[in-house]
């Protein structure tokens, strides 16, 4: 995997290299390696660059806290020592999503489209902070260990939990690579990220938004209020699928992005 020296720590990114950029934004405690399937199918189509957040997968840790601006001030970067010239599709999940927000709001120049999945828009309200506060503080004492356990249920939905064992296993593979100080950064970015809401109504690229139909972190009806808030917006709900639509019903997942992507070159044409 390719690695970048940026000022304060080592980037590693996957970059399939060819077509319009497709920029996929994982979600937490998760890496880059979530991508795989979309970075295989939608690599004829696409250059795929999918990084690893700072602590998370390769890419190195830097003390926490983290926030918002300074993960997508890291994907810009990746962009930028790339030479890419145009502006590109941002895909995010979940807390990729948030980031996709932020990158919006600081580089609208520079997102030709929006993917949110699995995502919502507003910030944590008083009793999130404090869920992540108590999170925070048990990855102090204990680790990653304490993430995993609570979160590795949570992101597949129940079927798929209870079915697909090699699935599961590969979830918590990942969850498990992360940093303590990578999860203890990027709970510090979410817990104070800004509410999004506001922009939606302003956001003016084409936006596709996926939500698993059993996604038991972020209901489908956050899904469908950014569906009736964005302008230009589509909203696809899998069912079968729940927090990690891309992995759970990867093929149907591949198969929304791709149409979206046809529609955009349409729309140039
Ligand atoms: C994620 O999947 O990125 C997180 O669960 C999002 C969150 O905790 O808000």
């Given at each position: 995997m390719p690695e970048q020296e940026r000022n304060d720590f080592t980037l590693a990114y996957q970059d399939s290299c060819s077509g319009p950029t497709i920029l996929l934004i994982h979600g937490f405690p998760l890496n880059s390696s979530m991508w795989e399937s979309q970075i295989e199918d939608l690599s004829d189509m696409a250059r795929v660059l999918a990084p690893d957040l700072?602590?998370?997968?390769?890419s190195e840790a830097t003390p926490a806290p983290y926030s918002m601006e300074m993960m997508a001030d890291d994907c810009m970067g990746l962009l930028d020592s790339l030479g890419v010239q145009e502006p590109v599709i941002v895909c995010g999940l979940s807390m990729g999503g948030y980031i996709a927000f932020e990158f919006y709001r600081r580089f609208p120049d520079w997102v030709a489209a929006l993917v949110l999945t699995a995502t919502r828009a507003g910030a944590d309200d008083e009793a999130g902070r404090a869920s992540r506060d108590k999170m925070i503080a048990s990855v102090r004492e204990r680790g990653v260990e304490p993430v995993s356990r609570a979160m590795v249920p949570k992101l597949l939905a129940p079927d798929t939990y209870e079915r697909n064992e090699m699935l599961v296993n590969f979830v918590r593979e990942m969850v498990e690579t992360s940093t303590p100080e990578g999860l203890v950064g990027a709970l510090e970015a979410m817990k104070a990220r800004p509410d999004s809401t506001p922009m939606l109504a302003d956001i003016s690229v084409p936006v596709l938004i996926i939500h698993g139909e059993a996604d038991q972190i972020i209901p489908v009806s956050q899904a469908e209020a950014m569906r009736d808030a964005i302008p230009n917006t589509k909203l696809v709900v899998l069912p079968g699928a729940g927090h990690l639509p891309n992995l759970e019903q990867a093929d149907a997942f591949n198969e929304a992005v791709w149409d979206f992507l046809q529609s955009l070159e349409e729309e140039v044409e």
């Amino acid at each position: 995997m390719p690695e970048q020296e940026r000022n304060d720590f080592t980037l590693a990114y996957q970059d399939s290299c060819s077509g319009p950029t497709i920029l996929l934004i994982h979600g937490f405690p998760l890496n880059s390696s979530m991508w795989e399937s979309q970075i295989e199918d939608l690599s004829d189509m696409a250059r795929v660059l999918a990084p690893d957040l700072r602590g998370f997968g390769l890419s190195e840790a830097t003390p926490a806290p983290y926030s918002m601006e300074m993960m997508a001030d890291d994907c810009m970067g990746l962009l930028d020592s790339l030479g890419v010239q145009e502006p590109v599709i941002v895909c995010g999940l979940s807390m990729g999503g948030y980031i996709a927000f932020e990158f919006y709001r600081r580089f609208p120049d520079w997102v030709a489209a929006l993917v949110l999945t699995a995502t919502r828009a507003g910030a944590d309200d008083e009793a999130g902070r404090a869920s992540r506060d108590k999170m925070i503080a048990s990855v102090r004492e204990r680790g990653v260990e304490p993430v995993s356990r609570a979160m590795v249920p949570k992101l597949l939905a129940p079927d798929t939990y209870e079915r697909n064992e090699m699935l599961v296993n590969f979830v918590r593979e990942m969850v498990e690579t992360s940093t303590p100080e990578g999860l203890v950064g990027a709970l510090e970015a979410m817990k104070a990220r800004p509410d999004s809401t506001p922009m939606l109504a302003d956001i003016s690229v084409p936006v596709l938004i996926i939500h698993g139909e059993a996604d038991q972190i972020i209901p489908v009806s956050q899904a469908e209020a950014m569906r009736d808030a964005i302008p230009n917006t589509k909203l696809v709900v899998l069912p079968g699928a729940g927090h990690l639509p891309n992995l759970e019903q990867a093929d149907a997942f591949n198969e929304a992005v791709w149409d979206f992507l046809q529609s955009l070159e349409e729309e140039v044409e």
